[in-house]
């Protein structure tokens, strides 16, 4: 069984560099060997301005603008390489089946020559993106510059300064409309000697649609207002009047009022002709309300629940914000399919029309299970099956809580290889060592915050949620130990906006129990008192908080394809100060770290601990799917008071399939520490105080589903305090370079979009175990060497992306 894995290592990892040779060969050419002069490659548009005035307005957006709409875009280039270009040439062929064709339709790309671009249209596309921006006066012009076997094409735009505002007028209608639009002007985004910008009368346009319907004019739209310019007044300045169309509607004019407000909780099509108020029942947010009228007929939720979901109150004007607010909230409940507001006029009275509001809601499938086997190879050299089994009720108690019941197992063995410090030999290998953990979780979400004292109800967009859970996991490392985690917490967890997440958790209860030892455990950690601090028996009590930050969750999907892409998150996470403060008052003696204060006769951990993680994606073109994506992480965390060392499971480590992909997972460090135990890397992992690493990571297309990668990782952790038992754990800022593992490699994904499967192969470039000045092994480097292969080439073989 090992060899075979040994084999399947090694050859695939010979696959992915022999890609990458073959990829880097054919990427050296320039593309240009079946480009002849008469028909030249096309490189790229440029514009060159020639400003007669000075510099205009905006200049930065006008030009940005003006570059959009050079197209078509040239052939796609790597440095001075054209790789789809060089595979289309490489394998051209007019056969439409077989290898070459595949190759050059699925991952070459024709050229892009001269003669494919239509210059006149791309000169009179660039002239309308400087006449939207109010350069009237402008003109522009061609030129072909041809070198050899490629060329390009500059477009030069001569401009003046822009026609500006000189005044702004708005509708002046002898009606409550009229004064609705007049009142609107004073947050206009229009302002007087504002250079003329055709978008931004467009979105003022859409401000005061927006203004009307929030005021109750539901049959108003911005098609009734047009602009009518006047730019006659001279020195470039003109004159802007926005007025009502003279044939709108009536019913346009008019403010209309929610009359009644039906809920159709279960609802099926034609449910709007059995709205009869006196055969539904009246329902409210609390009990004792009958603000609404509802279908109860199936009804699977409690009626408080959805109203207070709703923002439409009857007899208050139509607000299209309370609208969209109102289906959010529905939705944001998570256990709707559908949901949706239909209006239906009824008789006016007066000035004011009036709407009855159907609120069809469709309820989504209320249980569902999941079960889900991996098998998993992973760089620490386990392989190992694993189980996850789920249970969801998205109504669980008639209330829209989602309850989540989790049970899950994994056996793991060691197979192979060597650890990351490859002097150092594996006792037991020859009988396996192997592990198996088991866990059950408990998870409730309220879609409401449950407080202590009332918080008054807002007018958000997004559901805030309470947060009940529990679970219980017990680690069996056959041999060495047995390690019992169960866990509590109680917690809030709302949406700021599309981009910000926020999660706290007050309360947040942890106990560890270390069970079973065996005499080789206690030997290995038998002359460290802090690692054996850190295994012992003990409660971690205390709270968090955690804030997330997504900036493509806060743009459409066409934008968000074309967008380079920021994520944040950052933690905190406190324990054991109250206990502390409490049993210090009561008792007369000082805690430490070695004497410590208990609770039911077990210590408790004490300490401050804070992490982020922010990452930076860059896209190039959504066309090509190229991308980079980078990394950064960071953490400390502080032991004080009754605490000498973080609890095991708040501790930084560093390797693996997700971090440095070139180690096995938990194997740096700390710092340039090397164990000297040769069984110790075989059943707890190297930890710190403090850890640091960077990520970066080129993903390209190669075929279909089929993406590629190339990749560099690096970091390390540290301890914050001196430990004998550890020599060169501690962070020092001047040691902080040769400390750090660096390593590189290259990965092939299988993208579906809701599923990816990663095959990374890395290796290091620099080892901090190792003595100073032989810590960088690039020179050691020998793909064709077998035992280089076996000794510093990791795969890893894991879901979804390293992130």
Known sequence: ?????????????????????????????????????????????????????????????????????????????????????????????????????????????????????????????????????????????????????????????????????????????????????NNAQKETLLKTNQPYNFSLLEQERERMNDYAKERGYFYFSNKFLIYKVDSTVGDRQMNVYMQVKDKMPDIARKPYRIRNVFL???????????????????????????????????????????????????????????????????????????????????????????????????????????????????????????????????????????????????????????????????????????????????????PRFITPIKIPRLAQEYVPKTVY???????????????????????????????????????????????????????????????????????????????????????????????????????IDIGGNIAYGIQSLLSSRKATGENPYTILSEPYAQYARADIDFRYYFNFNEETHHKIATRFIAGVGLPYANASVLPYTKQFFAGGANSIRAFQARSIGPGSYITKDSTSGLFYDQTGDMRLEANIEYRFPIYSVFKGAVFADAGNVWLVKEDPNREGGLFKPNDLLDDIAVGVGAGLRLDVTFFVLRFDVAFPLSKPWLPENERWVRKQINVRDRNWRRDNLVLNIAIGYPF
């Open 1 to 181: 069984m090992r060899n075979i894995f040994n084999s399947f290592v090694n050859h695939f990892s010979v696959s992915i560099f022999t890609t990458l040779c073959l990829l880097i060969f054919f990427s050296g050419c320039t593309g240009l060997s079946k480009i002849t002069k008469e028909n030249p490659l096309y490189t790229g548009g440029e514009i060159k301005w020639d400003k007669k005035e000075g510099d205009i307005p905006e200049e930065k957006r006008v030009k940005t603008e003006a570059e959009e709409v050079l197209a078509p875009e040239p052939n796609s280039k790597f440095l001075w390489m054209r790789p789809q270009l060089a595979f289309y040439n490489t394998f051209y062929t007019e056969k439409e089946k077989g290898f070459k064709h595949w190759v050059m339709t699925k991952i070459g790309k024709p050229p892009v020559l001269l003669a494919d671009i239509n210059e006149e249209r791309v000169s009179k596309l660039v002239l309308n993106r400087l006449y939207v921006n109010g350069h009237f006066q402008a003109e522009t012009s061609s030129e072909v510059k041809q070198k050899g076997k490629k060329a390009e094409i500059v477009y030069t735009a001569t401009v003046y300064q822009p026609y500006r505002l000189d005044s702004i007028n708005f509708p002046k209608e002898p009606d409550p409309l009229g004064n609705v639009l």
């Open 264 to 446: 159709f909780p279960n609802y099926e099509m034609g449910m709007e002709s059995l709205a009869n108020p006196q055969k539904l029942t009246r329902v409210g947010k609390l009990e004792g309300d009958s603000t609404f009228y509802c279908m109860m007929d199936g009804c699977q939720f409690r009626p408080e629940i959805l109203a207070r979901s709703i923002f439409l109150e009857p007899d208050s004007l139509y607000s299209a914000q309370r609208h969209e607010q109102t289906l959010k909230q529905l939705m944001g409940l998570g256990a709707l399919k559908f949901a949706d507001i239909r209006y239906k006029p009824v008789d006016s009275v007066g000035n004011e029309g009036y709407l009855d509001a159907y609120i069809q809601m469709v309820p989504a499938k209320r249980k569902s299970f999941r079960a889900e086997l991996d098998v998993v190879s992973k760089s620490n050299n386990f392989v190992g099956p694993g189980l996850n089994l789920s249970y969801r009720n998205k109504n669980a108690f008639r209330g829209a809580e989602l309850l989540v019941v989790r049970l899950d197992g994994r056996f793991e063995t060691q197979i192979s290889g060597r650890t990351a410090n490859e002097n150092i030999e594996q006792p037991n290998q020859q009988n396996g060592l192997y592990s198996y953990e088991i866990g059950a979780g408990l998870e409730v979400y309220v």
């Open 469 to 571: 859970q529990g679970d219980i996991r017990l680690l069996n490392r056959v041999n060495y130990f047995r390690l019992l985690s169960s866990t509590a917490q109680f917690g809030y967890q709302w949406q700021e906006t599309a981009t910000k997440t926020h999660r706290f958790n007050p309360i947040s209860i942890n106990y560890v129990r270390l069970m079973d030892t065996t005499s080789l455990f206690n030997e290995a950690i038998g002359d460290n008192p802090l690692l054996q601090r850190s295994f012992q028996n003990q409660f971690i009590l205390g709270g968090n908080y955690s804030f997330t930050y997504q900036s493509a969750a806060g743009v459409d999907e066409n934008t968000r394809k074309n967008k380079n892409h920021i994520f944040f998150n950052g933690n």
